[in-house]
């Protein structure tokens, strides 16, 4: 699939630029995907940037795919052209590993293939994402999509969805449940909604004051101003669970303490500095810290069927793929509502 358009980050300090390469052909267990919408993760900016470390360039970031698939390989039996579909934060893994054989691809012993700045199962052949006109992927790691749902919503699904999705369902979030949500961004908007549809009471903690109308209308029973010290002690051992979405290095001891015993406090944000974290906020209340990272490709399906049941998609604001820069800083600035998805007709069209 020659031709590929794309935005790419040349360097961890320059801007994203127009950039092309190529796909492989479709191979006989693959399927050709035509990107419609590409959602734009804060995981972008932070491997665009280099802050995690290790990152691979020329990069094409982009793991919130959703498309209309073009061909399929002889083999292919899940997917015909026409097909809606998604792709998310891995394009491929070993098959064989424990994790795999448990339908926890993402924590492939051997390593996943993630979606860009990363290899495929060859550990050599770089990997590009969604910020391109067209992808292709073996049939096993490409999602079903619900022509139910307004497209452009359910690209951030597959990324901010599915990550909030994994853990709620894996430590049981229900009814009865008191659920902290701290940050309102792309996964922190995710998290209320699917929490809130899960039956739980849910309560946002921000540090913007004008996200508060936002947060009761996504779900949120309660808001706290975290940068209020009256506001946070009126949930202090208030929480059965916490989901921390923070981007960057933040207080973690203050929202441990708003944990009641045995509560669990779920880390899915991913801030490159480490955090830290007492131990007399754990111990003498036996609370758990735990971390989350998206979700396998079986729970990934799960989730997508859960949403188009309940009509649950990300709210978004639709760019140009010529604004991506733009809506980085805007990012890194908490200014988005809530998520940032690219129409990929604008580089298409280009
Ligand atoms: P986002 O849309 O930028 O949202 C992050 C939110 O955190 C902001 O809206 C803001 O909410 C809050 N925040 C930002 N900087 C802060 C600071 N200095 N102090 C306190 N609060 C701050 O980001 P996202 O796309 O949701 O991603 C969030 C994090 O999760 C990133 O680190 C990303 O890499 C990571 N992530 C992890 C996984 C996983 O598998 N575990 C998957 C995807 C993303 P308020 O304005 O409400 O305070
Ligand atoms: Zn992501
Ligand atoms: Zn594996």
Known sequence: MNNTKAYAAPSPTERLVPFSFSRRDVGPHDVGIEILYCGVCHSDIHQARDEWGGSIFPMVPGHEIVGRVTQTGGQVKKFKSGDLAGVGCFVDSCRVCDECRAGLEQYCANGMSATY???EQDKKTPTYGGYSTQVVV????????SPKLSLPGVAPLLCAGITTYSPLRHWGVGPGHRVGVLGLGGLGHMAVKLAASFGAEVTMLSSSPAKEADAKRLGAQRFVLTS?????KSVSRYFDFIVDTVSARHDVETFLETL????VYILVG???DPLAVPAFSLVPKRRSLVGSMIGGIAETQEMLDYCAEHQIVSDIELIKIQEINEAYERTIKGDVKYRFVIDIASL???
Do not use: C, F, I, Q
């Open 348 to 350: 298409r069209d280009s």
């Open 228 to 232: 209020d010290p009256e506001s946070v």
């Open 270 to 272: 991913l801030p490159s």
């Open 117 to 119: 700045n990363s290899y």
């Open 138 to 145: 073996d049939e096993n790691y490409v999602l079903k999509v």
């Open 260 to 263: 009641k015993t045995d509560g």
